[in-house]
């Protein structure tokens, strides 16, 4: 209450931020269950949107640096507000000079990226480094990056492998799968190669749904690299990520189901798969395709055009076994292959 007037206090910053982000969520409700279009909002949502936008500018404007985020990252994605990377640029800087780590890792990005501000990969990097040191696990994955490349940084695999871990630690997915990768090939500068410390990082990154640790984990399971081999888990993983339509994984299950190794025998079901992953561009798979219209397995009929049309994308990528295919059909003069 006000001391003089008795009457109540206007609310602060914190509490006008704290109604904006809840304007905010009931149209984000809204966008995610496909009731509205961030193209063309109903006039009750774009209410709610705008009402979002002016909190925000009222609770920016007074320093508080949550608002100035969200204001941000509002002009960063132009939602509500015309796009502005610049706009988006000045507020991330206000929010970060007040120490709010996930505005430092957003100025690190722009600055990575050269967007609202001039590229500097070492002006990202000094900025990730504040978010990381607060503990951000993006931030943290993010220097691990620049470490790895080199960028802003001098290049070290151990500084990478120490973010990473930092990261992989508090579960984000990505930086459980760089650590993988850098036992997995033993990446020098003090990091030993270690298979089996690979796998158990990609392990948890592919119980996330990450789609290069599932496939990472068929091979494994396939080969017996860092694991007791097995190819029915190796199918089992190489089936996760083929669903998320991720192609290798995709060629590799139709191999399994093809050979009838660690799965039931399909040469139906091997066919859909190299299809999935043909039709996204894999050589291997354009090629196993095409044999299996050759001899008219596991597609709904043998067809000689399809053999070429299929093994001609393969051999356009260089496919020495699709070359090949082409040219012995070509000198029988079936499906319309030339010599």
């Not at 905010?24 to 809204?30: D, H, K, N, P, T």
């Not at 920016?60 to 608002?67: I, K, V």
């Amino acid at each position: 209450m006000c001391p003089l007037c008795r009457g109540p206090l206007p609310p602060g910053p914190e509490k006008i931020h704290e109604e904006a982000a809840r304007r905010y969520m009931v149209v984000l409700r809204q966008a995610v269950q496909g009731k509205a279009s961030w193209a063309a909002l109903p006039a009750s949502a774009q209410h709610e949107l705008d009402a979002a936008i002016a909190g925000w500018r009222a609770a920016a404007g007074d320093g508080y640096a949550s608002a100035q985020l969200a204001l941000g990252e509002m002009f960063a994605i132009g939602r509500g507000v015309a796009q502005s990377y610049e706009e988006a640029a000045r507020l991330f800087k206000k929010a970060s000079d007040q120490g709010h780590a996930q505005a430092q890792n957003n100025l690190g990005r722009l600055s990575r990226d050269g967007q609202g501000v001039a590229q500097s990969n070492a002006e990202a990097a000094k900025w990730y480094l504040k978010a990381a040191t607060q503990g951000l696990a993006s931030a943290q994955h993010s220097l691990g990056l620049m470490y790895s490349n080199g960028q802003g940084v001098k290049q070290s695999n151990t500084e990478a492998l120490k973010w990473y871990k930092k990261a992989a630690e508090q579960g984000f997915g990505p930086a459980q799968c760089n650590v993988g990768q850098l036992y997995a090939t033993g990446g020098g500068g003090g990091v030993a190669q270690s298979f089996v410390k690979a796998a158990q990082w990609y392990k948890k990154a592919a119980e996330q749904g990450i789609a290069l640790a599932q496939r990472t984990m068929g091979s494994f399971y396939y080969s017996g690299r860092g694991v007791e081999q097995s190819p029915v888990k190796a199918a089992q993983w190489y089936r996760k990520a083929a669903v998320q339509g991720d192609a290798e994984s995709q060629h590799f299950l139709a191999l399994q189901l093809y050979e009838g190794h660690g799965v039931a025998q399909s040469d139906k079901e091997a066919a859909l798969w190299w299809q999935k992953a043909a039709e996204q561009g894999n050589a291997e798979a354009q090629f196993n395709l095409g044999g299996l219209f050759q001899d008219g397995r596991g597609v709904t009929a043998k067809s000689d055009v399809e053999a070429v049309r299929w093994y001609k994308k393969a051999a356009d990528q260089g496919h020495s076994g699709a070359q090949f295919c082409l040219k012995v059909l070509a000198s029988m003069g079936r499906g319309g292959a030339q010599m």
